[in-house]
């Protein structure tokens, strides 16, 4: 069994910001998440990749204690992505998506992680992800993402899953597209009315905001001087988010908006530097440290 | 003597949003920001009208124990502006703007104003501000606003300005424009070189952030459901800010927090309707419960 079960990608990126470039650096959800929860806990991933996934890459995951059980590798090449940040390193432009062994991806889920009681579906096929919550034994606490893409080809099969979960995690732009208004407030109450008890609406550098029925929790956001490289840091959020509720082995409010805290902190983090490379050298002394600052920054 | 000196504008707008629309309102940033600040204080404002100027609007003034020695009536039209909102809400397109018998201002203080202690420069050419500065006995906190116009006009005035105030206001495109960069934190360190002790950077919906040497804090917004008209919002936030500023007569770090909050809580009213429609029938007692929430909303 493990602790938080992710299921995502595992990929290569070339990423391009005004601070550098990177090729074939680690990357893909899973990747994030994992590294992330494993502040907390010990998560498994459920990812494909392909013959050319380096064996290094597969130590640094396993160094962090990330089960690998249910990463599937074949032949071909493994799933890359290559994109572009400008100055205001709000969104990449996406230059390539190599789907590759991710087309072979069936969402099938070892049988010793069918136990997992917190799941996170990164962003993928709703229909992939509604294929996973089916396998699930005895899921407590189901987190989901999704991105526009699938909002604009799937959103039937999108609106089934998000029916299922208990968060759904959408960044602003995706809440104003999925509900059809610029106010997040309203998106968010349509949002609940699909049957999660949780949204989290991520804002990049604005922070975060949770909405419950009839309860609201405003999140701040780091203030970074530099930010090299935003890539992951969605997936930072939501892996240190689960992470911890995990570890606390509780789901009340009081824990969720500390688990939103964690997630920001793990993900300010991440955006320091390309890849993983501030995340897989971080301490879990530095996320706390971190943790009290975002409480200073907040009181009055 | 008044509390709080406010110099702005007082004039008439024509605002339509996508919730309707308004012609010759009550306007101008001293009327939003002396109605504000009539929450904590009693505030004085300077600024000039033309023979339109309803008598009832100095009413709705005079009602709120704002002091009018300083509004100059003489012959000629109102300042007068006119914009649109479209559907975002971020910022108002401008259609029109008559200066009028703003033209005749000349920022003169009259004399019982002189040895006002918290003084608020709402946005208006620097030389009119600086002039302001120089006619003061004794100033212990004076806060200045500032608009893209100025920074793109007149930077050099506007720099001078900055140097000699205690807070530089700014919303967070003007904050990007000026110290060209994408990045607030960035923005507001070189914003603090210039002189200020604190540069408080306006984000809309998105809170506001306070910053001063080493220290920061960061302001959640209030979750709005429908915001009807934002125009005078910032003016709103600078005189709620004030105003209980100069209520506490005290500008340690724990009330300049404080003040923000408050300054958001009148702020986040008065998007609620047009003109002064809701500021205007506001109690205390509704403001107090809003700055709970506040507190309630950030917890964790």
Redesign the interface.
Known sequence: MVDVLIIGTVGYDNVETPFGKRTRALGGSASYASVAASFFVEPGIVAIVGDDFQKEHKQLLLSKNISLHGLTQVSGKTFAWGGKYE???NEAKTSFTDLNTLLEFDAHVPEEYRNARYVFLANTDPVLQLKVIEQLKNPQFIVMDTMNFWIQTKKEDLLKVIAKVNVLLLNDGEARMLFNT?????AA?QALHLGPQYVIIK?G???A?LFSDGK??????Y?????KDPTGCGDCFAGGFIGYLAKQGSVDE?SL??A??YGSVVASFNAEDFSLDRISKLTYAEVEKRFGEM?E????
């Open positions: 100055y205001d390193m610029v106010n997040l407030q309203q109450r804002k550098e604005h922070g905001l609201h929790f405003n999140a701040p956001g203030p970074l001087e530099v930010i009081s908006r500390k939103i805290i409480k920054i907040r009181e009055f």
